[in-house]
């Protein structure tokens, strides 16, 4: 594993001035040779002045801001050079420049099983940026696509871990734990690009769905368990109210009822109470007794 080695490189105004200089120099040399007629001399000093020249010329290079500029001599590992600016160095040395920006990936649409063996469509949307330039410059081949490919590992490998919807209320969902899905996605994906010296700053879900084969069963599961939540809150209410009125009467002392009226009482209360369309009340005319 390749570390990130800073190193330093001198001002692009020094290789100018070399360079120019050099070619001065080479210029003046040829001049002076053909007018002495000394070929020997121009190809033996003038010639070769003019190719240093051009070599200290190729060593100059910048370095823009949130950009690295990694340096490889004859196949090793010079160092890196962050400080952006107008630099001179090696002209043997190859320049690779890796851009320290941050990027978005936004992932594509994929088919996956969740925990619960459901197919469900998943994507994420992935900021990263390069925390090491040698490390994403020797140690794998294309870090761009290695960022790519190991995303979508990740995120197949969260829809596995985690239903899409918890039965329990407690319980870890892909729909209802946004948060906690992200942070263990963003934990995921930097443990596997730490090797291409990648920081993953964010990782979030994108697009979650059911795959449409299912798609109808489940809007049709997800109504039935809101009806049943919402009969059971009624339900919940209306005893309550019961047991109030009930109380209220007998504390009271308005009315005296007998087990059987209280229980012709509630069984009506409740149906005014639980019931999905409002009540039409019986006026009774007569006595409570027959």
Known sequence: MTTERPTSALSGAVGLIVSLFLLAVGIMTIVHGIGEQRPLFI????????VLAALSAAGLFTV??????VLILFGTYVGTVRQSGWWWTNPFNTKKR???????????????????????????????????SAMATFDVEDFEAFVAVQSETAVRHLATEYPYDAEAPDSISLRGSIDKV???????????????????????????????????????????????????????????MVEMALARLAANNVIDLDEERKAAMVSNLLVVLCGERAATPVLNAGTLHQ
């Open 64 to 69: 823009q801001p949130n950009q690295a500029v």
């Open 182 to 240: 992200s942070e263990f996605l963003r934990s995921e994906l930097q443990q596997r690009l730490q090797t291409a010296g990648v920081e993953v700053i964010e990782a979030r879900l994108s697009h979650l769905a059911y795959a449409p084969e299912i798609a109808g069963a489940m809007l049709q599961r997800q109504q039935a368990a809101a009806i049943i939540a919402a009969r059971q809150r009624i339900v919940d209410g209306a005893v309550g």
């Open 43 to 50: 190809v033996g000093v003038g010639l070769p002045l003019l």
């Open 98 to 132: 890796i851009s320290l920006r941050v990027r978005s990936l936004n992932g594509q649409t994929i088919k996956v099983n969740d925990a619960m063996g459901n197919p469900v469509e998943i994507a994420a949307v992935v900021v990263w940026r390069v925390r090491d």
